[in-house]
């Protein structure tokens, strides 16, 4: 949380934040000169901190935050490079023993949705920890959550699975870190898998999450096969005909009481504003 204060006078509602000289995560990540300056210790930092920010929201605040637009450029770096999450104005707040919601109103950024929000409009911590986990791949492979391979567009979820399960996941790592702890790496990547499984009761909690970034002891149980996978029963069932290239919701994926509603393309937020 950034909020500094606020001030209102006639119809204005003005929000103070935190000033952050260093931007947002995506601003380093993604950019081919900026990157080298994130090595692996200030990732593998900016990782856990945004993990312990999500758990403050989930379990620690007095009302249990669901962010539900979690990325990169909505992760502010400060001048010593902490990472702070931003932009609230899609959040929902449950009540101490809710542990799921539901929407008509998708909103979002499509790449970092849960396919149960995405496609349901059902959300809770764990469509949270799906976000957090694609975001972690982004942090250590310096890819977007789609990118161009060649000649074709390529998902991170699908690249990171496969190269998981044929042994060449150290291949994925940024090449920029150059120095750092391998070990550490392949554990984020890891980690990151087990965020973006299909099945959410098999996505761990927060609490989990930074239990394992904190103890390289922990033995990490095996991914399964992540959603969005080329192949998988939620990408061929419902998403080939929806989002697919359009990124795009369709009426046939969405229940009765929804409406189709556009996804965001190139990573921008879609918003539809109503009273809370």
Known sequence: MLTEGFCLQGIERLLIYEFLPNASLDHFIFDPIKRVHLNWEKRYKIIGGIARGLLYLHEDSRLRIIHRDLKASNILLDDEMNPKISDFGMARLF????????????????GYMA?????????????????????????????????RNGNDIEHLMSHAWR????????????????????????????????????NVAERPTMASVVL????????????????????????????S????????????????????????????SITELYPR
């Open 95 to 110: 009540v101490v023993d809710q542990t799921q919601g539901n929407t008509s109103r998708i909103v979002g950024t499509y």
């Open 115 to 147: 396919p149960e929000y995405a496609m349901r409009g059902h959300f809770s911590v764990k469509s949270d920890v799906f976000s957090f986990g694609v975001l972690v791949l982004e942090i250590v492979t310096g890819k977007k959550n789609s990118f």
């Open 163 to 198: 190269n998981w399960r044929e042994g060449t996941a150290q291949d994925m790592i940024d090449p920029v870190l150059s120095s750092g702890s391998a070990t550490e790496m392949m554990r984020c990547i890891h980690i990151g898998l087990l965020c973006v499984q299909e």
């Open 212 to 239: 394992m970034l904190s103890s390289s002891s922990l033995t990490l149980q095996i991914p399964s096969q992540p959603a969005f996978f080329m192949n998988s029963s939620t990408y061929q069932s419902d998403l």
């Open 241 to 268: 005909s929806s989002m697919g290239h359009n990124s795009r919701v369709t009426e046939s994926s969405l229940s009765e009481s929804e409406t189709m509603i556009p996804l965001s393309q190139n990573e921008v």
